[in-house]
């Protein structure tokens, strides 16, 4: 799938809250960290796909997704839940 198909499913889907995360890599004195970061929140849908895409012209090197998220779930429990995958690769 696609980048924008999955932007368009995660605000899109049922649950009210939209979380934006973002998935960048940082250097360190020594070395490369991954980072995966929550950066925006809302209940708004229009307000969600305005900022990710804000986000996104301002920082292109970085990685955003956003999702759906349902209240008071243990999303770990879910079949998919709010992450972004840094592979190894990403780090050279």
Do not use: R, W
């Not at 305005?50 to 970085?62: D, F, G, M, R, T």
């Amino acid at each position: 799938m696609e980048y924008e198909k999955y932007i368009e499913q995660g605000l899109n889907g049922e649950a009210a809250l939209k979380l934006i995360l973002c998935g960048n890599v940082q250097n360190t004195d020594n070395d490369k960290v991954g980072v995966v970061s929550v950066v925006f929140a809302t209940n708004d849908k229009d307000l969600a796909e305005q900022k990710i895409h804000e986000l996104a012209v301002a920082n292109p090197s970085n990685y955003y997704m956003v999702y759906s998220v349902p209240l008071n779930v243990d999303l770990t429990e879910l079949s998919h839940f709010p992450s972004i995958a840094i592979t190894k690769d990403d780090l050279e």
